[in-house]
T-cell receptor, first 116, second 113 residues
Framework: KAGVTQTPRYLIKTRGQQVTLSCSPISGHRSVSWYQQTPGQGLQFLFE???????NKGNFPGRFSGRQFSNSRSEMNVSTLELGDSALYLC???????????????FGSGTQLSVL | GESVGLHLPTLSVQEGDNSIINCAYSNSASDYFIWYKQESGKGPQFIID?????DKRQGQRVTVLLNKTVKHLSLQIAATQPGDSAVYFCAENGGGATNKLIFGTGTLLAVQP
């Protein structure tokens, strides 16, 4: 079974631009979460989607948004990029049968975003 | 932020020895915990999880211990191998119905041949 797939693997953008990152969860997994990883702040939760609805949100500004499609694939968008948005963005999926919580979370390899 | 980026603690062990990685979690309401391994250039890899109704759980070469009294988790790796060299993170759910995980700062495990 294929793991969580994230594209692209690397991105370079300039300040003020916007970016869209893509995530395909493990087949059959219905919950998708996004995390930001930086050397200074570590791993921080951005948001979680289940059944095309945002179920939980972390403490990030509104420039960070996401969505989930009917096939469970997810995208996240960052608008008006700032230098501090440079990070590894990780997507994770879990089975969430019948919307269950607190299940194993499996991560993709991430998208490394550099903002110049 | 909830995960503070501090200097990454390092545990150096000899190949074949047992490793113990410790983690102090922050929220007494947390009832689900996971250990992850992250190698350079890769995403976190699931190792083992434990719920608060247990105090010990074993996997292949790994054991997780949970002490809720002092809010402490540990990951024991038996017969450590060079391939175990990585950063190890503990994560907690903060309690309740959520898939949000709060990660610790991580520990770098360096296995000496």
């Amino acid at each position: 079974k294929a793991g969580v797939t994230q594209t692209p693997r690397y991105l370079i953008k300039t300040r003020g631009q916007q970016v869209t990152l893509s995530c395909s969860p493990i087949s059959g997994h219905r919950s998708v979460s996004w995390y930001q990883q930086t050397p200074g702040q570590g791993l921080q939760f951005l948001f979680e989607y289940f059944s095309e609805t945002q179920r939980n949100k972390g403490n990030f500004p509104g420039r960070f948004s996401g969505r989930q499609f009917s096939n469970s694939r997810s995208e996240m968008n960052v608008s008006t990029l700032e230098l501090g948005d440079s990070a590894l963005y990780l997507c994770a999926s879990s089975l969430s049968t019948r919307g269950a919580y607190n299940e194993k979370l499996f991560f993709g390899s991430g998208t490394q975003l550099s903002v110049l | 932020g909830e995960s503070v980026g501090l200097h990454l603690p390092t545990l150096s062990v000899q190949e074949g020895d047992n490793s113990i990685i410790n983690c102090a979690y922050s929220n007494s309401a947390s009832d689900y915990f996971i250990w992850y391994k992250q190698e350079s250039g890769k995403g976190p890899q699931f190792i083992i999880d434990i719920r608060s109704n247990m105090d010990k759980r074993q996997g292949q070469r790994v054991t997780v211990l949970l002490n809720k009294t002092v809010k402490h988790l540990s990951l024991q790796i038996a017969a450590t191998q060079p391939g175990d060299s990585a950063v190890y993170f503990c994560a907690e759910n903060g309690g309740g119905a959520t898939n949000k995980l709060i990660f610790g700062t991580g520990t770098l495990l360096a296995v000496q041949p």
